[in-house]
């Protein structure tokens, strides 16, 4: 089969690997029928060291249950499942919980051996704790919005959830990618009333103001701070989405924080040094929250809203290649030519 490898930063190749095979009785080979390039693939896009290895790519996937190990119980041949981007066993404390990055047994697709997702094919460990069957098909005009259900969407909900997001909380979301966008999104179904856009790309901003953002602050630095200290009458917002991880809207978020708010990260921190100390967080009573999202505790949540059209995530995704194009793709969302790039293998 193809499947995506990135051997340093800006080197992207499809290659021929052999197919995937059941390992343990508990595994899935799923056919992939969507997978995408995700805004966190871009940080080794910039800097992997170079590698005569090797790593695979691809973290978010839709497809069809090919075969199953003989302890797999709730999956069968032919059936349509969504992936989480974390696999998990569905069964340890943590999983119980809701916390299924924190899985005691699981792991993330494209590590630990297990191959990536912009790919023909895969291997599910833990299937029946993993993989959520679903109506669909592989000619279902769903697939894009459902496939934001294995990572972007799911992560806009839980930046909103831990961020305390409810009808009286006023909220900036920092980032007009496809993340920022999803929040926007999941903060106005938890009924937000006065949602701040930080963007400067208008076409994406616009899909914000469609997804439920009230007002637009294209600035950055001290001058969005300044503009949305304007809008809030001086205090800022109740709450701040950041949906970055870089360094600069760490700290936008906390220029643009209102005292006793809650700031609730889920950009991929590219930085170890962000202040928390009195001035920054502890005198202003400031809450920091967010991590990487247990997006399959989301699933069942936000899956009827999907299925019965009420909302439409797929609109992030704004280009549509072969798995042959992947190294464009990447390229295409790198430059901003493109917000959020679906891949058809």
């Avoid at 497809?63 to 999956?75: A, I, K, N, P």
């Avoid at 989480?84 to 990055?101: R, V």
């Avoid at 949540?301 to 190294?327: A, C, M, S």
Wanted: proline letters at 6%.
């Amino acid at each position: 089969m193809r499947a995506t490898f990135m051997y340093g930063a800006g080197d992207v190749r499809v290659e021929n690997v052999p197919d995937p095979v059941v390992q343990d009785p508990t595994d899935a080979i799923v056919q992939i029928v969507r997978s995408c390039v995700c805004g966190s693939d871009l940080h080794p896009y910039h800097d992997m060291p170079a590698s005569e290895q090797g790593s695979p790519m691809g973290h978010e996937f839709i497809g069809v249950v090919e075969e199953t190990g003989r302890d797999v119980s709730t999956l069968k041949k032919g059936d349509f499942v969504i992936a989480p981007f974390a696999w998990s066993d569905g069964t340890c404390d943590f999983c119980l919980e809701g916390l299924q990055t924190s899985c005691r047994h699981g792991g993330f697709w494209a590590a630990g051996g297990i191959g990536g997702a912009q790919a023909e094919a895969i291997r599910g460990p833990f299937a029946d704790g993993t993989l959520v069957k679903t109506p669909g098909g592989e000619d279902s005009a769903l697939l894009p919005s459902l496939l934001t259900l294995s990572d972007v969407y799911g992560t806009g909900y839980h930046a909103a959830v831990k961020g305390g997001v409810n009808q009286r909380t006023t909220v900036t979301v920092i980032g007009d990618g496809a993340v920022g966008l999803m929040a926007v999104l999941s903060a106005r179904q938890l009924g937000a009333e006065r949602i701040i856009l930080m963007g400067r790309h208008k076409t994406r901003t616009d899909l914000g103001i469609e997804y439920g953002a009230t007002d637009v602050v294209a600035g950055r630095g001290e001058e969005g701070i300044a503009r949305i200290r304007e809008l809030t009458g001086g205090d800022g917002t109740h709450t701040v989405l950041e949906c970055v991880g870089h360094r600069p809207a760490y700290d936008q978020a906390l220029g643009v924080i209102r005292p006793g708010g809650i700031i609730s990260r889920v950009g991929v921190p590219q930085y170890e040094d962000a202040p928390i100390g009195f001035g920054s967080m502890f005198g202003p009573n400031i809450t920091l929250t967010g991590g990487p999202a247990p997006v399959r505790a989301y699933i069942e949540t936000l899956l009827p809203g999907v299925l019965d059209g009420t909302v439409n995530p797929g609109k992030v995704f704004d280009r549509t290649i072969g798995l042959d194009e992947v190294p464009d793709g990447y390229r295409a969302m790198d430059t901003r030519e493109a917000l959020k790039v679906l891949v058809r293998p």
